[in-house]
C-alpha cells in the first residue's frame, strides 16, 4: 500500500509561482514503479487532469498549463513535484496527487492552491 500526501500549497498573486510535492510512504521503495500525476478540482467543477510523468520521465500536460507548469519526479525522495509558473485565478483549485501501477491506484487527500490579489 501506497500513501501520498501532498504540501506546497497556499495563496499566490496572479502571476505569481506555487511548488507542490507529493511524497510517497508505505510502499514507498516502488515509487520509481509509479506513473504519477496531478489533478485539481476547483469549487463547483469537476476533477480534471493537470500533468502526469510515467516512471520513464516521460512527461504529458493538459492544454491549458503548458508552458506554465513542470512536472518532476526524485525517485531517491518517493517524491513527485509540480511547478506552477504565471498563475492565473482560474488556477485556483484543490490539487491532488495520484498514483498509478497496472490497476492501482492511489490519491493524496490534496492541496489548496488559490490564485488572488
Known amino acids: 500500500q501506497v500513501q501520498l500526501v501532498e504540501s506546497g500549497g497556499g495563496l499566490v498573486q496572479p502571476g505569481g509561482s506555487l511548488r507542490l510535492s507529493c511524497k510517497a510512504s508505505g510502499s514507498a521503495s516502488s515509487f520509481y514503479l509509479l506513473a504519477m500525476g496531478w489533478y485539481r478540482q476547483a469549487p463547483g467543477k469537476q476533477r480534471e487532469w493537470v500533468a502526469s510523468?510515467?516512471?520513464?520521465?516521460?512527461?504529458e500536460y493538459a492544454d491549458f498549463v503548458k508552458g506554465r507548469f513542470t512536472i518532476s519526479r526524485d525517485n531517491s525522495k518517493s517524491t513527485v513535484y509540480l511547478q506552477m509558473n504565471s498563475l492565473k485565478s482560474e488556477d485556483t483549485a484543490v490539487y491532488s496527487c495520484?498514483?498509478?501501477?497496472?490497476?492501482?491506484?492511489?490519491w493524496g487527500q490534496g492541496t489548496q492552491v488559490t490564485v488572488s490579489s
Open positions: 495520484h498514483g498509478q501501477r497496472f490497476d492501482n491506484t492511489y
Open positions: 510523468i510515467r516512471t520513464s520521465g516521460h512527461a
